[in-house]
């Protein structure tokens, strides 16, 4: 026993003088450096930068071994440390005071989706547009002038039935609220308006829908969005840390002093906390497993749901709004995600709103707060200790064996509420959603969130590090960096696209070796001249269609950029470039095989030069047939719409090109079209390679000029030899043009808006009167509460309740469709994913 202590001894002041080793370094190297202990208990000073995949997930086993035991352990490890120099963590405080959204939309028949009625939402909001006819669209009441406040270091649950707003709610809080939608109200984070930072940035907000890059895996998807949030506050924080330990001669556990160092430093492509977000979302079976879509078999549809909540959670947002992550994961999945959340926001000082369907007891019951919203208003705020007992001032009971969620999203219902009415001595009418909303204002709790809200936050409390005020994470050329990488990946898992359009080049290549081989090619007449053009006009025309899948892998990633440029990930010119950078290599190797193959095969002029000019043009064709698809898919945004648009774009480019009709054919008012289309240019500068050189020099009998100019004049190409320049100059400009413009196009353009929504006239009225309280049988309605709470007579309010009844049976409307019950059967079904090498 003594030889094993005065072991441990050496080790722990062998260990004490790397640690003062390292503390005599200057800040900015201290923060980088850490001690590292090894599986067999030796330690080794290391390099943060260099911590490898090894050595993360050992980190990783020692912190966080089993993440539903160890994860709070793990926490309170690091808040102990931060709380022991006395930092403070910065904390956010997010307020919303009468908040009124408004949709506008077209309502019964004209909702419907029809050539005729989308024809006409054109023309009339074209028309609307210019104030010449009154927009027809109804506007739809979303929220109803709520209010309420979501306190840092507690779990706020929002819940409400379908339609009720909750969507709404979290992107207006998170400020990525549409365009197309009517705002009005205020939003506050620790008493600072939106405009006074980047809200996208300083909260997270996670959506109900799954979007993904198939080609990735889930490893992958995380670190890249780590890698463009960057790490915040982290490292100040860090630096202040390290500085306030040096003074207080503090020597911090060495495994969560590299796990604080390693999350701080950005740049990194596989970072410490990725490795960790994926244990706590228990991703860690499937983190090298293809994510999937359509065409990819990937993860499962629990697991890729986690990946979309791990998406947001690598990155160093304070404040989670989070949209329906429950949907497709068990109850015992949803638990552990949702305790975890809850022991980060509680340790750690973070703000969360989560939206959840029908989430089991033992999910409900780790909330602090609930949020009810129905039809739009806040029904009840406050702690969940309270909901129950506010439902029971109303007159409503939730059973015994009942979940309280569900109760809670039942009981404003029409057709639920009367089963849970407690009150047995008092005759049951339904109380709506807006009286229910007024009677919490008069609650305890109401009156309590009243006077908090009516008291302005303090700003001097608000931690400089709280909101962020940087658009982007990291640095634009860090953006860039991460982009370029990914670009590469993506390249690299879709080889197989590259491999057949160069086994289709080599293909056509030899096809049109065999048609215009050299020994049928003749230099005597124009007519030979003329065949000559035509082999050049059909490799043009190869090399313009090599380029056409450009536009459908544009479209299939726009997606994921669309959801990717929304969070600020990165601007749009980040994703742009590294597509033109990295796919010029193939546009050489592509065209390089071409030419090589079929130059002299096919007998144009054995000039050196003109070879490599002839190569010249149509590297810059290829190049601006790619920028040109790029664009197409790009203002399509969608594969039906982009092949249509690319199409005709081919095809106007194709007839103005100069070649189908000659530029003396041409009508005088589409001579634009000619001096436009990029074809032309190319037409021109390869053709004039061609035939002003040695093999077309000599003059046919009764002509004064060579046979390449007369062959040239016939086509109405342009014989002057500084065309050839033109034309090249023409066709790397449109190049940078069209990828110039495919910036643009991502920047301002958004997706296509969901199908509309058909909504009919009846319920547009009902929600009207919900908002205003107009309607004549909502106001009987309140009327009657308010009576039967006053002791009204029983004869009378059983008068109103039959006259509802019989105006609810007279509106049924819609029709019996004939329904057959089918039976499905399934036998010695299998499912396997294949791992990437």
């Not at 065409?295 to 549809?301: D, E, L, V, W």
């Not at 054919?665 to 074809?679: E, F, R």
């Not at 409307?813 to 079904?829: A, C, K, N, Q, T």
Request: glycine residues 8%; neutral net charge.
């Amino acid at each position: 026993m003594e030889a094993f202590s005065m072991s441990a001894r050496e080790e722990d002041d062998e260990e004490d003088l790397k640690w003062a080793a390292i503390e005599k370094l200057p800040t900015y190297l201290r923060v980088r450096r850490g001690i590292f202990t090894e599986g067999e208990g030796q330690s080794r000073e290391i390099d943060i930068k260099n911590l490898g995949f090894i050595e993360r997930r050992n980190l990783l086993e020692r912190l966080v071994r089993i993440a539903e035991d160890d994860n709070e352990r793990f926490l309170l490890k690091l808040k102990q440390r931060i709380d022991r120099v006395g930092l403070d963590m910065p904390t956010i405080e997010v307020r919303f005071e009468h908040l009124n959204v408004e949709a506008e939309a077209y309502v019964g028949s004209r909702a419907l989706p029809t050539i005729f009625n989308f024809s006409a939402n054109i023309l009339e909001g074209l028309l609307s547009y210019l104030h010449i006819l009154p927009n027809r669209k109804k506007p739809l009441p979303i929220l109803n002038d709520i209010s309420g406040i979501i306190r840092p270091r507690r779990m706020t649950l929002l819940l409400g039935p379908p339609s009720s707003g909750k969507t709404t709610l979290l992107l207006s809080l998170a400020g990525k609220l549409g365009k197309d939608l009517k705002f009005a109200g205020r939003v506050t984070y620790n008493g600072h308006g939106m405009e006074e930072f980047v809200p996208q940035r300083t909260s997270a907000y996670i959506s109900q829908y799954d979007v993904h890059i198939g080609e990735m895996t889930v490893r992958e998807t995380l670190a890249f969005s780590a890698r463009c949030q960057g790490v915040g506050p982290r490292y100040e924080m860090l630096k202040e840390l390290s500085r306030r330990e040096k003074e207080a001669n503090i020597k911090p556990d060495p495994d969560i002093d590299i796990y604080m160092k390693a999350a701080a430093l950005e740049g990194q492509e596989a970072n410490v906390v990725t490795d960790y977000i994926l244990k706590i979302l228990g991703l860690e079976v499937c983190a090298d497993t293809f994510v999937g879509d359509e065409m990819r078999r990937g993860i499962s549809g629990g697991q890729k749901k986690r990946v979309t909540t791990g998406e947001m959670l690598v990155g160093p947002a304070r404040a989670l709004f989070m949209d329906e992550i429950s949907t497709g994961l068990d109850t015992s999945t949803t638990f552990h995600i949702v305790n975890s959340l809850r022991q980060s926001i509680h340790i750690l000082n973070g703000t969360a709103l989560i939206s959840l369907l029908q989430p089991a007891p033992e999910t409900y019951d780790l909330f602090d707060d609930i949020i009810l919203l129905s039809d739009g208003h806040v029904v009840y705020q406050g702690p969940r200790e309270n909901v129950l007992e506010f439902f029971e001032y109303m007159g409503f009971k939730c059973p015994e064996r009942k979940g309280v969620a569900d109760f809670l999203q039942e009981v404003t219902s029409s057709k639920d509420q009367e089963q849970y009415w407690a009150r047995k001595d008092e005759p049951y009418s339904f109380i709506s959603v807006k009286e229910l909303a007024e009677a919490f204002q008069s609650f305890h709790i109401g009156q309590k969130l009243g006077d908090d809200l009516a008291v302005p936050f303090d700003k001097s409390r608000s931690h400089p590090a709280a909101l962020t005020k940087d658009k982007y994470g990291v640095s634009k050329k860090e953006l860039l960096k991460a982009c370029v990488s990914r670009e590469y990946l993506l390249m690299k898992r879709n080889l197989f696209v590259y491999v057949f359009k160069m086994i289709q080049l080599i293909f056509i290549g030899v096809i049109t070796m065999t048609i215009f081989i050299r020994t049928e090619m003749h230099r005597d007449t124009i007519t030979d001249g003329g065949i000559f053009m035509g082999a050049l006009f059909f490799i043009l025309i190869m090399i313009m269609f090599n380029g056409f899948a450009e536009l459908a892998m544009t479209i299939l990633k726009l997606p994921v950029f669309y959801k990717q440029r929304d969070l600020l990930f990165y601007p749009s010119w980040a994703y742009s470039l590294p597509a033109l950078i990295l796919k010029t290599p193939i546009s050489i190797l592509e065209v390089t095989v071409w030419v090589f193959m079929s130059y002299y095969v096919i007998g144009f002029d054995p000039d050196v030069g003109s070879f490599f000019k002839n190569y010249l043009v149509l590297l810059c064709l290829s190049q601006m047939a790619s920028g040109l698809f790029r664009l197409m898919g790009g203002l399509g945004r969608n594969i039906i719409v982009a092949n249509t648009c690319g199409s005709f774009a081919l095809l106007t480019v194709l007839v103005m090109g100069g070649f189908i009709l000659t530029r003396d054919d041409v009508k005088k008012w589409w001579k634009w079209g000619y001096w436009i289309s990029p074809l032309m240019y190319a037409q021109n500068a390869i053709a004039v390679n061609e035939f002003l050189g040695k093999s077309w020099r000599h003059v046919p009998p009764n002509s004064t000029e060579p046979l390449g100019v007369l062959v040239m004049k016939s086509r109405g190409i342009f014989p002057e030899p500084h065309w050839y320049w033109i034309g090249v100059g023409a066709l790397i400009g449109y190049c940078f043009l069209f990828n110039f413009l495919f910036t643009l196009a991502l920047k301002y353009l958004d997706p296509f808006g969901k199908p509309q929504a058909v909504i009919s006239k009846e319920t547009l009225a009902e929600r009207i009167a919900s908002k205003t309280g107009e309607n004549i049988e909502l106001s009987s309605r309140g009327r009657d509460s308010s009576e039967r709470r006053t002791g009204a007579s029983s004869r009378s309010l059983s008068w109103k309740v039959t006259s509802v009844n019989e105006a609810n049976q007279k509106r049924k409307r819609g029709m019996v469709l004939p329904f057959e019950p089918l039976s499905m059967s399934f036998d010695e079904i299998k499912y396997a994913v294949d791992m990437p090498q």
